[in-house]
């Protein structure tokens, strides 16, 4: 039998990103909580995690625990409710991606919270690929991600229109493009070096980020260039500039961002993803009328 308390640790330094963070929720020193991680590992026979320079990351063993781990405590927790008589909380779990509209997005999800106090919400924010990959492992409700036109299933899909975007007042190599990118598996990331290769323009990776705070920040300074999606810049502050095919950057084929339900889904779950596809619906009009 796995114990519980050994994978209540293992949920809380991936969660936290670390051990020391880690220790701090579970109310253990860092040392108790390597110990457990290192009791669970020998349980299950396997290295469940690995230290690099981004902090603790989960190995592909890891991964496989990961939802089984959550599910476990979920229902564990379930269980204490059942018996003590109190209602188990209902938890709501969304992915959405860094670079859509977030402030404006994390109000609407805020206004919902509010409305249905009952409901604990569980929301991730990241690259689309994590997101994704969360969503397929059975880790989230609802997600939003940036992917490849008619690729799968959705609720609701809206076109991406793909920009090449700079420094407001920034002067581009001509020679060897300096891409401002986020990490390896992004799907812009992806669109800009196919179009810059098939244009036969040699390109270099002069910044690469998670965030799209970083990702601004290194275009405003004058780093480089990145592709982005016309979507998401017409709420953005006036430092970055769109390159036209005037000025020969490639075209870069559109992509869509996609909003995804578990089935079944409750009530609250598909009152969230309607709230989502109305935002979502309004951003695309606001993007199209700018």
């Not at 990103?17 to 457990?36: D, I, K, L, W």
């Not at 992917?147 to 229109?161: D, H, I, K, M, T």
């Not at 598996?185 to 244009?199: F, I």
Request: proline fraction near 6%; glycine fraction near 8%.
């Amino acid at each position: 039998m796995l114990d519980m308390d050994l994978l209540k640790a293992f949920v809380s330094v991936v969660d936290a990103g670390g051990f020391t963070r880690a220790g701090e929720r579970v109310h253990r020193t860092q040392s108790t909580v390597s110990q457990q991680i290192r009791r669970l590992e020998d349980q299950l026979g396997h290295q469940l995690l690995v230290r690099d320079a981004r902090g603790v990351t989960p190995t592909a063993e890891g991964e496989r625990l990961l939802g089984y781990a959550r599910r476990i405590l979920a229902l564990g927790a379930e269980a204490k409710a059942a018996l003590s008589g109190a209602a188990p909380a209902l938890v709501v779990r969304l992915g959405i991606p860094d670079d859509f509209a977030l402030a404006a997005l994390t109000q609407v999800i805020a206004d919902f919270a509010r409305a249905r106090p009952g409901v604990r919400l569980a929301v991730e924010c990241g690259l689309s690929c994590d997101i994704a990959a969360a969503f397929a492992r059975g880790d989230l409700d609802i997600a939003l991600v940036k992917r490849e036109p008619s690729s799968g299933p959705a609720l609701a899909v809206w076109p991406e229109r793909l920009v090449w975007v700079t420094g407001r007042d920034v002067a581009v190599d001509p020679d060897t493009v300096p891409l401002v990118a986020f990490r390896q598996g992004c799907l812009y990331r992806n669109r800009a070096v196919h179009a810059l290769e098939k244009a036969g323009r040699a390109w270099r990776i002069a910044y690469e980020c998670p965030s799209l705070i970083g990702i601004d920040a290194a275009l405003a300074g004058g780093l480089g260039v990145a592709v982005l999606s016309a979507l998401s810049l017409y709420r953005r502050e006036p430092s970055l500039r769109v390159l036209s095919a005037a000025d020969l950057w490639p075209p870069i084929p559109p992509t869509e961002l996609a909003l995804r339900v578990a089935d079944p889904a409750c009530a609250a779950t598909r009152d969230l993803a309607a709230l989502v596809a109305g935002f979502c619906d309004r951003e695309a009009a606001c993007a199209a009328a700018a």
